[in-house]
């Protein structure tokens, strides 16, 4: 719990901002040099139509920021998979491993091709193999923040623990 609460300190200090930014935009006739205001023709609307340009602004705003902080979240939630769980997908991390595979033992580090690295816990042992760049698939367990390896066309699998 110690190493998730960094994270979700900084995930909502990085969403903060856009909260605060779309609650307190000021009206756009404010936010415009007199000239810009006249160069767009908004000197043209009456105060009703600047009024409902402003509301529409203020939607827009309030949408674009919702969806910037749902993506952000998404994507904090993908790059951090396997650290701890955010609640979320029960998928397989499907990936390959980097380099040779040389079978499962306790300690060993498994490096994948999308940047992720993960340890090996357990004492399971895969003996005898030989692969290059192998496919993969960490599977979530179904109790904690357990995950399990497996390389394709085997039937062992390690529990692993993801380091970076």
Do not use: C
């Not at 991390?93 to 040779?100: D, M, P, R, T």
Request: no cysteine; aromatic share 8%; hydrophobic share 40%.
């Amino acid at each position: 719990m110690l190493r998730t609460r960094p994270l979700i300190v900084a995930t909502l200090l990085a969403l903060a901002p856009l909260t605060v930014f779309a609650q307190s935009q000021p009206p756009i006739e404010q936010q415009m040099t007199p000239e810009q205001f006249k160069a767009a023709g908004l000197d043209k609307l009456d105060a009703a139509e600047l009024g409902r340009l402003n509301d529409w602004l203020n939607r827009k705003i309030g949408d674009e920021s919702a969806k910037a902080a749902k993506s952000t979240k998404e994507l904090i939630e993908t790059e951090h998979r396997g650290f701890f769980n955010f609640g979320g997908s029960s998928d397989p991390i499907v990936a390959h491993i980097s380099g040779e595979f040389r079978g499962f033992g306790r300690g060993r580090q498994y490096v994948l091709d999308n940047g992720q690295v993960w340890q090996q816990s357990d004492d399971a042992s895969l003996a005898g193999v030989k692969l290059s760049n192998p496919e993969v698939k960490i599977n979530p367990g179904l109790i904690g923040n357990v995950w399990y390896l497996s390389v394709q066309g085997y039937n062992a699998r390690a529990k692993v623990q993801r380091t970076k």
